[in-house]
């Protein structure tokens, strides 16, 4: 079950920018903000950012994160067709006191 | 480099227990960090399970909390999942991780699929 709110899918062309949505509330997404995970099918989850624009060491600086209230934000620049994968965001939700995810965006490099 | 490899059982009937093990390798579980367990059912979303630290203090999924139980076995830097009651709602791919605090997971094991069939 989703906590969080994602499109579907998203689609863009190469070498164009993508911005995913993640829509929470005040006890989730507004209370400490997201993280945001990339999956490649056949492969666990890559962590890409969290509390907002943290990004671990080694990903691309293509990938920034951001929030505007109970919105968290994912942008991709100069996609490439390695970009092509299904995200998620998660927040750590205080009223549950549990992880959240959302439902995940596959994301269509054309 | 934190490595984690899950292994269990495949196949599980209805209504009996699901039960992991997560061998942690190069990162010691008794450290800072909580160690914990999500899922992906086929064709839908991540869904976190639970965690636990090396102090033994576990937090879990409201919607799950009833039939799970993580534990840790900290002399062969490994933790567990048992989920009770298994339906085939609980048929998924089983990840387990490190749970960084400040996000879900910063380090996955591959995954292991679970079904549950009779």
């Known amino acids: 079950q989703a906590g969080l709110t994602q499109p579907p899918s998203v689609s863009k062309d190469l070498r164009q920018t993508a911005t995913l949505t993640c829509a929470g509330n005040s006890n989730n997404v507004g209370y400490r903000g997201a993280a945001w995970l990339q999956r490649h099918q056949g492969h666990p989850p890559k962590l890409l950012s969290y509390r907002n624009n943290n990004r671990p060491s080694g990903v691309s600086e293509r990938f920034s994160a951001s929030r505007s209230g109970n919105t968290a934000s994912l942008t991709i620049t100069g996609l490439q067709p390695e970009d092509e994968a299904d995200y998620y965001c998660s927040a750590w939700d205080r009223g549950l006191n549990a992880w959240v995810f959302g439902g995940g965006t596959k994301l269509t490099v054309l | 480099q934190v490595q984690l490899q899950e292994s269990g059982p495949g196949l599980v009937k209805p209504s009996e227990t699901l039960s992991l093990t997560c061998t942690v390798s190069d990162y010691s579980i008794t450290n800072d960090y909580y160690w914990g367990w999500i899922r992906q059912p086929p064709g839908k979303g991540l869904e976190w399970i639970g965690s636990i630290l090396h102090n033994g203090h576990t937090y879990y999924n409201p919607s799950l909390k009833s039939r799970v139980t993580i534990s840790l076995d900290t002399s062969k830097n490994q933790f567990s999942l048992k989920l009770t009651s298994v339906t085939a709602a609980d048929t998924a791919l089983y990840h387990c991780?490190?749970?960084?605090?400040?996000?879900?997971?910063?380090?996955w094991g591959q995954g292991t699929l679970v079904t549950v069939s009779s």
């Open positions: 991780v490190r749970d960084a605090s400040s996000a879900p997971a910063d380090y």
